[in-house]
């Protein structure tokens, strides 16, 4: 699976962005896809993401009712509408791609993704 990041940059608190994730390859039955992100000196964590199985799109706490997860049914593709940015969401975004046919975990889970893409850098200026 290769999947290739797009859409970050600089805004102002308040603005929006939309990343792109364009995947190849991904010949999983059933999948979960989805974004992560890392702040600096943070652990990785989840944004936002979605599973074949139950197609219900997992939001971190964090963002929901701002981030939105698009194409999110569709396997080529799946981007990240982001708006009311705060300085807080200041962070490397990851695409994700994992296989769950076998066993099925929540898509939120760090591990439960076997493919990221390399990143791309959101800074949110207050």
């Known amino acids: 699976v290769q999947l290739v990041e797009s859409g970050g940059g600089l805004v102002q608190a308040g603005g929006s962005l939309r990343l792109s994730c364009e995947i190849s390859?991904?010949?999983?039955?059933?999948?979960?896809i989805g974004w992560f992100r890392q702040a600096p000196g943070k652990e990785r964590e989840a944004v936002s993401c979605i599973s074949s199985k139950d197609n219900n799109i997992y939001y971190a706490e964090a963002v929901e009712g701002r981030f939105t997860l698009s194409n999110a049914h569709a396997r080529n593709r799946v981007d990240l509408q982001m708006d009311s940015l705060k300085p807080e969401d200041t962070a490397v975004y990851y695409c994700a791609a994992g296989s769950n046919t076998v066993v099925d975990l929540p898509c939120h889970l760090d591990y439960a993704m076997d493919d990221w893409g390399d990143g791309t850098l959101v800074t949110v200026s207050s």
């Open positions: 390859r991904l010949t999983y039955d059933e999948y979960s």
